[in-house]
């Protein structure tokens, strides 16, 4: 029997490591969540935004990873400057973990001084306007992102200059013990001593009344959120609408400014959206996925004076590869489901918002349709952070994480114009455009863009991007 203590061993052995396979084949269980750091914001708030929640059951392999998205998911509440996640406790023998949020809130409230330009980008302003100061607006941005620490966001705007604008907006993302509903409330109100009120070989025409106020614009809306999960969010939109303009543009420059010479338009829009959204910075993406679609009605039949039915859709991916690179491409289409002619201003395809076009900066194309496909292969060659040290009063904002990276932008456009294609001559073929970029990211979503691109003209040029994200 000189063996039974090494039978008993092996045995013993075999029986701790089935057990310790059926351990880690059932995973690690989240034991419990603690949360650091949060001056302001509701702990609830940073749990709603977590891809682990207490209770759940995590394979080994996973845990890592998921731990990594759930810190890229925080961050973009844009709420925080930092956030990171770590092992608080961890028990071997019932693989029971105890996780650790602590997070770095950010600075909150941004009353911001307006010095801006009222043309689409910098160099349409420095080179087709000729730099003209009057071309710029002045006043001031009130933001709060976190009134409550519920993520409820309150912004106001008065601004003068080329563009007399109020505007008011307040959204509340949780309505719900679930934090799945959420509403907005939205008003504002434009007036202009000019109007662009045609387009002719791609560029905005413009006229000017120096007594009064040539365009005016109101607008209110309602909306609701739905957000069943961390991805995924629908938005419903109700939108009063009224504009007037001189009759100097409809009856003497152009009737279908406002279709059929008038010089009035009340409409009702009611708007759909999807939106999915699983980037690590939704900002500036590095990796990560997301889709839109849109369904938007104009006229509603309540004053019968217009009708417009457009759809939207988009996807974006990013592939990072290795530390320093990453390759991203976009697509983006708009689809006039109502064929006829639409209002001027109604009429928008390139040249705006996220419809844009390395190395067509100087152009605007109308059409009712576009599609738009943009990839980008990009190289951060430096990361670091930058301390403001005593300079910066508010402690949040001392440390500035910057990022610097090159970009290799290539970009495919179609517009569709089936009307008014004679001063519309970018209309209805393949445009290319492409080049050359600097990018530094300041925080964690403001950007600051050099750009050497060219176009299919085989016209190039130096150009310059901001985006502040507030």
């Known amino acids: 029997m000189p063996f039974r203590p ?66 890229e998911v925080i961050m973009n509440t844009g709420l925080f400057n930092r956030a990171k996640i770590t092992y608080k406790e961890w028990e071997g023998s019932t693989n029971r973990v105890h996780l650790l949020v602590t997070v770095e809130e950010g600075w909150y409230i941004f009353p911001v001084p307006i010095f801006e330009l009222a043309d689409r980008n910098f160099n349409v302003w420095w080179v087709d306007q000729g730099r003209a100061l009057d071309r710029t607006n002045y006043g001031l941005h009130f933001a709060h992102i976190n009134v409550s620490g519920h993520r409820d966001k309150l912004k106001s705007t008065i601004k003068y200059g080329y563009t007399r604008k109020y505007s008011l907006f307040y959204e509340r993302p949780y309505l719900n013990r679930s934090k799945t509903l959420g509403a907005w409330v939205d008003a504002g ?54 504009t007037r303009v001189g009759a100097e543009v409809t009856e003497e420059l152009n009737p279908d400014y406002l279709l059929e010479g008038r010089s009035r338009l009340r409409s009702f829009r009611l708007a759909y959206q999807y939106v999915y959204e699983n980037r690590d910075a939704a900002a500036y993406p590095w990796s990560g996925n997301f889709a839109f679609a849109a369904a938007v009605k104009d006229g509603l039949g309540v004053f019968g004076q217009r009708s417009g039915l457009t759809v939207y859709g988009g996807y974006g991916h990013y592939f990072p590869m290795g530390q320093r690179w ?15 002619p639409q209002p001027y201003r109604e009429n928008r395809a390139l040249g705006f918002g996220n419809y844009t076009l390395h190395g067509w900066e100087y152009y605007i194309v109308d059409g009712l349709d576009l599609g738009l496909l943009k990839t980008a292969l990009r190289f951060r060659f430096w990361s670091f952070d930058f301390n403001f040290g005593k300079l910066m009063p508010m402690q949040a904002l001392r440390s500035m994480p910057v990022r610097l990276q090159l970009a290799l932008n290539n970009d495919l456009a179609f517009v569709n114009s089936p009307h008014n294609r004679a001063d519309n001559p970018f209309s209805n073929r393949l445009l290319w455009g492409g080049g050359l970029g600097l990018e530094a990211v300041f925080y964690y979503d403001k950007v600051v863009r050099i750009e050497y691109s060219l176009n299919d003209l085989l016209e190039k040029g130096l150009f310059l991007h901001f985006s502040m994200n507030i």
Request: proline share 1%.
């Open 189 to 242: 109100y434009w007036a202009n001593r000019e109007v662009n009120y045609a387009t002719r070989e791609g560029k905005q025409v413009f006229f000017r009344k120096e007594d009064g106020f040539l365009y005016r614009h109101f607008s209110g809306s309602l909306g609701l959120a739905y957000r069943p999960d961390i991805f995924g969010t629908h938005r419903l939109e109700l939108e009063y609408r009224d």
């Open 326 to 340: 990453s390759f991203g491409a976009e697509a983006r289409a708009k689809y006039s489901v109502i064929r006829s």
């Open 6 to 71: 090494a039978i008993l061993l092996l045995f013993g052995l075999g029986l701790c490591c089935a057990l310790w396979g059926r351990s880690a084949e059932g995973g690690v269980l989240i034991d419990e969540i603690s949360i650091s750091g949060n001056k302001r914001t509701k702990a609830a708030v940073i749990r709603r935004e977590m891809l682990i929640q207490e209770g759940d059951t995590i394979p080994l392999g996973e845990l890592s990873a998921r731990i990594s998205r759930c810190e």
